[in-house]
């Protein structure tokens, strides 16, 4: 009974002790390889997200060096010298409009063997402009041209238009030719969307900073679906509204791009400024399987005042990785599963933990077994000395002729029966 009290006590002793060290294994691992996967996500949003911005960056550039170039221009042009232009370029559509002539988007010589293609034009109330409107319509045209052309390979168009219902395109490469401009828009047509008090008020945009629309999606001529998204800059001077340059981007093959190569485990998105998902990596139905909940995610990000980090949900299943992209205001989020992490780190505890009650069993049980033999007895319990024995040793006395040895005393002899 004693005994197998001892080995009980020797098997709960060894499953306590396997069971700590495999929930310390566990949870360093958990620990480390979540750290190292958040620092694989942190490099893997920085160069995914780099690249998204950049192309909003590369639009806000232009569209800055298109006002610069508007402002030296407009400085330059006398009302007087550019009527005549400006009624052979734009001339009266019947209806109180102006339009671009027919040879602005076919191609046409301008005086000084310069060489003009690609335009549009749709001027409400054109025949009321005045010559500082002219002005600005002249400057802005000879912009949309010159700028047009010269970024075609990277942007599909320029335009410069004012919240008058005016506005000049370079679009040379639009299967409709522009032709709703330039014919088909009735008189009384408003170019504002409803986007554009947000830009073009001070009071939402007070520095005069470029923004971009949100997503649109439209069918295109080849049955397929598109998407694309307007940047526009307004140009102030002195507090006036001068107008704005705008570039529309065709995001289709951008988005789809984004959303390739997601970490293991994970999937890309990206939000709108207003927290709905315009590009997803994955189908609903999968995403959700998995458990990822964009409504939970973008809360996450709202509460997060950095333009770029990673983020764990509260229930500790993902990592979320997001970079906000100026200009559009988007988000371009991925998310990493932990499933595998944890996987792992529960295997490893799980096999830590078993071996430790193994080798602990095992280490046990060869003690027991050796305390019970002679030898390891003698080695694991030091032996009692043996009593000494006494040694008497002669005193030396003094008689009348000197020192004499004393004999040791005798044992007394036993008595005798009588």
């Not at 170039?69 to 407009?74: D, Q, T, V």
Request: net charge negative.
């Amino acid at each position: 009974m004693r005994l197998a009290v001892i080995i009980l006590v020797h098997v709960l002793l060894s499953a306590t002790f396997a069971a700590i060290s495999g929930l310390a294994a566990h949870n360093v691992l958990m620990t480390s390889l979540s750290a190292a996967r958040a620092e694989m996500l942190q490099s893997y949003i920085r160069v995914r997200a780099d690249r998204e911005q950049t192309l909003f960056d590369e639009a806000r550039v232009l569209a800055e060096a298109a006002e610069a170039a508007f402002l030296r221009r407009h400085s330059l042009i006398e009302a007087d010298d550019i009527l005549d232009e400006f009624n052979a370029l734009f001339p009266d559509f019947g209806d109180g409009t102006r339009r671009s002539h027919p040879d602005l988007f076919d191609g046409r010589v301008l005086p000084g063997a310069d060489y003009v293609f690609g335009i549009g034009a749709f001027l409400g109330d054109g025949m009321s402009m005045t010559p500082e409107e002219q002005r600005r319509y002249m400057a802005g045209f000879h912009v949309v041209r010159a700028f047009g052309e010269a970024h075609l390979g990277e942007f599909s168009s320029l335009y410069y238009f004012t919240p008058d219902r005016r506005v000049v395109i370079f679009a040379p490469d639009r299967e409709d030719r522009l032709a709703f401009y330039r014919y088909e828009a009735p008189a009384d047509f408003n170019l504002q969307a409803d986007e554009d008090p947000r830009l073009f008020s001070q009071d939402t945009n007070p520095e005069s900073a470029m923004q971009c629309t949100r997503l649109s999606r439209f069918v295109y001529s080849d049955g397929g679906e598109r998407s694309a998204t307007a940047c526009r800059k307004p140009i102030r001077v002195d507090g006036e509204l001068m107008g704005a340059f705008g570039t529309s981007i065709d995001m289709t093959e951008h988005l789809a791009s984004s959303l390739e190569a997601p970490p293991a485990g994970g999937v890309n998105l990206v939000f709108d400024r207003d927290g709905a998902v315009i590009a997803r990596g994955q189908t609903l139905q999968q995403a959700r399987a998995i458990g990822i909940d964009p409504v939970e995610i973008m809360a996450l990000l709202r509460d997060d005042p950095r333009p770029r980090g990673v983020v764990g949900t509260p229930r500790s299943e993902f990592l979320v990785a997001f970079s906000r992209i100026a200009g559009p205001e988007w988000y371009f989020v991925s998310v990493s599963h932990l499933a595998g992490v944890k996987e792992t780190a529960n295997r490893w505890g799980w096999r830590l933990g078993y071996f430790i009650f193994v080798i602990s069993l095992v280490i046990t049980g060869i003690r027991g077994l050796l305390r019970r033999t002679d030898l390891m007895r003698n080695l694991f319990e030091p032996s009692t000395p043996k009593p000494s024995a006494r040694h008497y040793v002669p005193v030396s006395t003094y008689g009348p002729t000197g020192p004499t040895r004393q004999p040791p005393p005798q044992d007394p002899e036993p008595p005798t029966g009588s």
